[in-house]
């Protein structure tokens, strides 16, 4: 545990400049969970053969099917190209098929093949087994909650420097 801790940050949006213990430590797990996450997705991506941004893209369309490759560009933060470049990679690969969209002719769907969506489900049922393992079935309603607030009010500061 801290005893004491003070972060200054110019814009932290206290009243002092300080955040408290409590808040550092919950922002250090989080941290933790965040790289404890991120090496878990490196290690599918390597055993798959492929880049994380490969991988992430998978695990995306595993999620939201279906999808546009703008979507996949924005939802990765990639380029035009980039997102090109990496869809032709998978397709190459196996691993998705480009169909074209069924509402609007100028762009394409992006499918998962039955190799992309094996590769994708694996990290899911890693995650699964954690979760399941590490949260008590009564917290999982608050966590998801929890989760969910968390995301929608980072998404919210998008933009806001």
């Known amino acids: ?49 492929l880049s994380l941004n490969d991988f992430q893209t998978l695990v995306f369309l595993s999620a939201k099917q279906d999808s546009t490759p703008k979507a996949v560009g924005l939802a990765l933060g990639l380029t035009t190209g980039a997102t090109t470049a990496l869809i032709d990679r998978l397709e190459n690969g196996g691993y998705v098929t480009r169909e074209p969209h069924p509402t609007d002719r100028r762009s394409t769907r992006l499918v998962l093949t039955d190799t992309g969506l094996t590769a994708a489900t694996r990290t899911g049922a890693r995650y699964f087994e954690v979760v399941r393992s590490t949260v008590p079935p009564e917290d999982l309603a608050s966590v998801t909650s929890l989760f969910s607030r968390l995301a929608d009010a980072l998404d919210a500061t998008l933009g806001s420097g």
């Open 1 to 49: 545990m801290m005893a004491e801790c003070e972060i200054r940050v110019s814009d932290a949006g206290t009243t002092n400049g300080s955040f408290d213990p409590a808040t550092v430590e919950l922002l250090i797990a989080w941290q933790k969970l965040e790289v404890s996450s991120r090496q878990v997705r490196e290690e599918f991506a390597d055993r798959a053969g």
